[in-house]
């Protein structure tokens, strides 16, 4: 869908387009605000997920169970015009307009809804400094979008280009508008930057390649590499006609000289799965590149022939146990997996949330063993498993899961098509994993889905709930220690800078809005 560029006001203000598709320049706020206490000074979160490690560790916070309860709203930034609608796909209850990690740096937030906009807010206050404005709806799903920063410099995508902006003005750098050719998807991941390189990739890639993995020259937005995700299109797949392999996730940037990347699913039917079993390398894998070139280093496959849209989504986590480095990886499939950085062999694999008896269906029918009949039904189904990113600190791994499951009533579909509404049993939990056992420190049930990943200050660990909660959990024993109710439901990850948590409360389309008509926003909860 192609929607065209336009002059927007923000809300109280005058705002004046300064290129086509480009910069609001801004005197006032979208935001509101009740004199808050001033953020604590070194406030930041760099990186879509904290650090180039993707750890979630916010390592700047001054927020612990000492102070958790002092938690109040600072202030709150809605978004108007066209990316309030939010935005509608398969997944529209799930989509809202706020998908994406927000990252701080030197005293400014910076976020990109799912129309492809971004914002550079005070912490302080919550107004916007400028308005980078395109109105291009990501066309993949719940996103996430999103942008890195990295030496003054944000880079962000379209659905089909990539972009760099002046971080103090948002100012146009670069633009490029030539990286996917027909075929290889669109663009929605949040990107990393690092070594002067930007790494991104497609989602959907209905070729015979897949989705593919990029890198960027960081200065000129020159493509430097590409990798396809898909080996050996199989017919069955390609006739589903849904896209395959791809990465959602900000893929983790390593201090071997490579680059690790969370890989989707082939998308195909349980019959085709049954009838033309293959491994559709490199879905459902991680992949570590050499980051300088795009050369295969190695992949560990989760599941192989997936006909269950299962995802080795998450942004990898770079770790080491006993002084040798690993990578952690997870999905929906609901397992987490430790591997080799050096070679990608397994360290160990741990199940996490519920299942059913049903995890080595697509492994079987690989193998030629058993019978598969519908009706099926599996769990973790296609929006449960690990669907948001993992943290790690001290020899732990936090996680959360959906406790979703669902029932194919025929073999022919590539989704199932009962129960595939997370609404029906909206339950999930968050769990803890000993880093060099895999296994389970404490498990905490939540009566709803934890879709704000998970996120470490000092003694806590923070998610959010699907219908609009905020809680903090004690990391030694799980324990729910605060709960904060948002203005209106969540699908998106949270970032912790200094005495500030910062969560996207980006609605859900109309089906969990319609009783709270508050809108999408980032709001700004604050600690004296």
């Known amino acids: ?56 560790v916010a390592t ?38 706020l998908a994406a990690n927000p990252v701080v740096v030197n005293g400014v937030v910076y976020l990109q809804d799912l129309d492809s906009n971004v914002y550079a807010l005070a912490l302080a206050t919550g107004k916007p ?10 066309k993949s799903g719940p996103g996430p979008n999103g942008v890195a920063v990295t030496n003054g410099t944000v880079y962000g995508a379209t659905p089909t280009s990539v972009f760099a902006l002046n971080a103090g003005t948002g100012h146009k750098i670069w633009v490029n508008n030539n990286l996917l050719n027909s075929g290889q998807g669109t663009f929605g991941i949040q990107p990393q930057v690092a070594d002067g390189r930007v790494y991104l990739a497609s989602q959907y890639g209905k070729g015979p390649g897949g989705g593919v ?6 200065s000129n937005g ?16 390609e006739a589903v006609g849904a896209g395959s392999g791809g990465a959602w996730e900000t893929p983790l940037v390593g201090s071997d000289g490579s680059v690790t990347f969370g890989i989707g699913n082939p998308y195909q039917t349980p019959a085709n799965a049954i ?41 990898p986590i770079a770790a080491s146990i006993a002084g040798v480095p690993v990578v952690i990886g997870a999905g929906k499939m609901g397992y987490v997996y430790v591997m080799n950085a050096k070679s990608g062999t397994l360290i160990w694999k741990t199940p996490v949330g519920k299942h059913n008896g049903h995890d080595n269906d697509s492994l079987d029918a690989l193998e030629h063993k ?52 997370a609404h029906e049993t909206a339950a999930g939990e968050v769990e803890a994993l000993n880093l060099v056992t895999g296994k389970v420190e404490w498990d905490t049930k939540v009566a709803d889905l934890p879709l704000g990943a998970v996120t470490v200050s000092n003694d806590l660990v923070f998610t959010t709930l699907s219908h609009g909660v905020l809680i903090a959990l004690n ?54």
Do not use: C
């Open 1 to 56: 869908m192609k929607m065209n560029v336009t002059k927007r006001t923000l809300s109280g203000v005058v705002a004046t387009v300064l290129v086509a598709v480009g910069v609001l320049t801004t005197t006032g706020a979208d935001a509101t605000s009740a004199t808050p206490p001033a953020p604590a000074a070194a406030a930041s979160w760099p990186y879509p997920n904290a650090d180039l490690a993707n750890t979630r």
């Open 60 to 97: 700047s916070s001054t927020i612990s169970s000492t102070n958790v309860s002092e938690l109040k709203e600072a202030w709150t930034f809605k978004l108007t015009g066209p990316a309030a609608a939010g935005v509608g796909t398969t997944f529209k209850n799930y989509t809202g307009s």
């Open 129 to 138: 400094k400028w308005v980078y404005e395109v109105n291009l709806p990501e």
């Open 213 to 218: 993995l990029l890198a960027l020259n960081a």
């Open 222 to 237: 020159k493509l430097l590499w590409r990798f396809n995700t898909i080996l050996n299109a199989d017919q069955g797949v």
């Open 275 to 315: 009838a033309h079993p293959s491994k559709q390398l490199y879905t459902d894998s991680d992949v570590n590149l050499d980051a300088t070139t795009g050369k295969l280093r190695w992949y560990y496959q989760g599941v192989p022939n997936d006909f269950k849209d299962y995802d080795m989504q998450t942004s």
């Open 370 to 421: 058993g019978t598969i009949k519908a009706p099926l039904t599996i769990s973790p189904g296609p929006l449960g498993g690990v669907l948001t990113n993992m943290a790690l600190d001290g020899g732990t791994i936090y996680l959360a899961t959906n406790d979703i499951a669902s029932t194919y009533t025929s073999l022919t579909t590539p989704l199932p098509t009962k129960g595939a509404s």
């Open 475 to 528: 990391r030694s024993t799980g324990a729910i220690v605060f709960r904060q109710q948002l203005p209106t439901t969540t699908n998106s990850p949270i970032a912790i800078a200094g005495n500030t948590v910062l969560v996207p409360a980006g609605g859900g389309g109309p089906e969990l809005t319609k009783k709270d008509p508050v809108g999408p926003q980032l709001v700004a909860y604050r600690a004296r």
